[in-house]
């Protein structure tokens, strides 16, 4: 077993489901569908940027990110949940718009759910990459 396969934790549960579909939602820019999935005014912040709230506010950070790079997927690490908490590793791959150039970067995402809904997401990821 390689280092990788060892450290590798994939479990397919509701809750990492739901957050996969949301996810989705916002991948496809459907806004209306991916507010579903989260408390009206869930906390979302990505590294050291501000606090966003609600799906306006998960909207603006978007648009500031798709102003500087395109998603160009990623490859799960791991995915499980404990209790009301969703843990995602991820190496994120994106292409910077200024120059073409290909990133890779790690990131991790913990949500936190009340009642079904998304309450809290942080994302931990070095975003710095983006501006070249």
Same mark, same amino acid.
């Not at 390689?2 to 496809?28: A, F, K, W, Y």
């Not at 990133?103 to 710095?128: G, M, Q």
């Given at each position: 077993?390689?280092?990788?396969?060892? &450290?590798?934790? %994939?479990?397919?549960? /509701?809750?990492?489901? &739901?957050?996969? @579909?949301?996810?989705?939602?916002?991948?496809?820019?459907? =806004?209306?569908?991916?507010?579903?999935?989260?408390?009206?005014?869930?906390?979302?912040q990505v590294a050291h940027k501000?606090?966003? &709230?609600?799906?306006?506010? %998960?909207?603006?950070?978007?648009? =500031?990110?798709?102003? *500087?790079?395109?998603?160009?997927? &990623?490859?799960?690490? @791991?995915?499980?949940?404990?209790?009301n908490i969703v843990f995602i590793?991820?190496?994120?791959?994106?292409?910077? *718009?200024?120059?073409?150039?290909? *990133?890779?970067? /790690?990131? !991790?995402?913990?949500? !936190?759910?009340?009642?079904? *809904?998304?309450?809290?997401?942080?994302?931990?990821?070095?975003? @710095?990459?983006?501006?070249?």
């Open positions: 077993m390689t280092d990788t396969e060892n &450290h590798r934790r %994939i479990e397919d549960c /509701p809750l990492t489901r &739901h957050v996969e @579909s949301m996810e989705s939602m916002i991948g496809q820019q459907n =806004w209306d569908e991916a507010a579903r999935y989260v408390a009206r005014d869930i906390r979302y501000q606090a966003q &709230h609600g799906i306006e506010g %998960i909207k603006s950070y978007m648009s =500031w990110q798709y102003s *500087l790079v395109h998603w160009d997927g &990623h490859d799960v690490r @791991s995915k499980f949940s404990r209790g590793e991820v190496m994120s791959h994106f292409t910077r *718009l200024v120059d073409n150039a290909k *990133l890779r970067v /790690p990131c !991790t995402d913990v949500y !936190t759910f009340e009642n079904d *809904l998304i309450a809290d997401w942080r994302v931990y990821a070095d975003t @710095s990459v983006f501006y070249g």
